[in-house]
């Protein structure tokens, strides 16, 4: 798993390797950013270690939080990719795996026949 960050105004979503099946540092990182001015709600996912966190743009910065997380080592943005980034590496390693079971398919249904039918499949 990478690290993933996507932000609108008023609401930020990371990902990170460090929060994934990590009770304690989830339990840390709400607990920490929810004093925080500014911030209405923290929810995070275990699962996919992923943190939603919605702020007041006026009373909190998305630079602030992130400052935060870094700090606490729970993020990195060097090795962040945006949301255009995630989803076209998503659509990579999608289109790998189908690409691979048609192969897959294409070969053992043409195998199922004679060598004779394997060329011609092949041709």
Do not use: C
Not at 32 to 43: E, F, K, P, R
Not at 92 to 116: D, T, W, Y
Request: charged share 20%; proline share 2%.
């Amino acid at each position: 798993m990478s690290y993933y960050i996507h932000d609108v105004p008023g609401r930020l979503r990371i990902k990170s390797p460090a929060i994934k099946k990590n009770k304690n540092v989830a339990d840390e990182l709400k607990k920490i950013l929810s004093t925080m001015h500014g911030i209405a709600t923290v929810d995070i996912n275990l699962t996919t270690g992923s943190l939603l966190v919605n702020y007041n743009p006026r009373m909190a910065s998305k630079k602030d939080i992130i400052s935060i997380l870094q700090r606490k080592g729970y993020f990195d943005t060097t090795k962040a990719a945006n949301n255009d980034q995630y989803i076209q590496r998503t659509a990579k390693k999608a289109g790998h795996i189908v690409g691979n079971a048609v192969l897959g398919a294409f070969v053992q249904q043409a195998l199922e026949g004679s060598a004779l039918s394997f060329l011609a499949i092949l041709l």
